[in-house]
């Protein structure tokens, strides 16, 4: 019996080794530096722009977005910022195609090609520079089984990190029944 598809596990090590959902937005070669003793981030008046900022994406996310946007607005009440929870791959895409000011995603913009296609590259020309991947919140991971007849199993970081890497497919690997002892772990 395998422990979970192959499918199954990247989804999972993605998630896993993302540990941390992030926003997409274009980023800017117009940095200013501080001017020291101003005070701090938004509560600066140069720092508080006006206009309408939307983004969309992760629905994971949509608390702490909305949070920081509140956080944001109350010091900047010029500046409104608009956020549909739609889900990541909806944000990424619709960020790619210049729809939204940025993208919610459970996982940074991609780097390698799929289907023709670098996320990052395609972000860049939207943006007109490179977008900027800002993590947000993180996500916590559970692992859950279902074996008949196993109440108790203890998984180690060192074994969760294999499952999910696709190192170990099977309940009975000798990495799981060596910290299983009596546990009677099927094939």
């Known amino acids: 019996m395998k422990i979970q598809s192959r499918w199954r596990i990247t989804s999972l090590t993605s998630v896993a080794l993302a540990g941390a959902l992030a926003l997409s937005a274009c980023g800017s070669d117009n940095n200013v530096t501080a001017t020291p003793g101003a005070?701090?981030?938004?509560?600066?008046a140069a720092d508080c722009a006006t206009g309408t900022?939307?983004?969309?994406?992760?629905?994971?996310?949509?608390?702490?977005?909305?949070?920081?946007?509140?956080?944001?607005?109350?010091?900047?009440?010029?500046?409104?910022?608009?956020?549909?929870?739609?889900?990541?791959?909806?944000?990424?895409?619709?960020?790619l195609a210049g729809q939204v000011d940025f993208g919610g995603s459970d996982s940074a913009l991609k780097t390698k090609e799929k289907d023709g296609k670098i996320e990052a590259d395609d972000a860049a020309k939207a943006?007109?520079?490179?977008?900027?991947?800002?993590?947000?919140v993180t996500?916590?991971?559970?692992?859950?089984?279902?074996?008949?007849?196993?109440?108790?199993?203890?998984?180690?970081?060192?074994?969760?990190a294999k499952i999910f890497n696709g190192v170990i497919t099977k309940w009975n690997d000798p990495a799981i029944t060596a910290i299983n002892k009596d546990a009677t772990l099927p094939d």
Do not use: H
């Open 127 to 136: 943006c007109g520079s490179p977008a900027w991947n800002l993590p947000m």
């Open 39 to 44: 005070g701090n981030g938004a509560a600066n």
């Open 139 to 160: 996500g916590p991971v559970a692992f859950t089984y279902n074996l008949k007849g196993v109440d108790k199993l203890i998984i180690t970081p060192d074994v969760a």
């Open 53 to 95: 900022l939307n983004g969309e994406g992760s629905s994971a996310q949509k608390n702490a977005i909305e949070e920081a946007i509140r956080t944001f607005q109350e010091k900047c009440n010029g500046a409104t910022v608009n956020y549909a929870a739609t889900g990541s791959g909806a944000g990424i895409k619709q960020f």
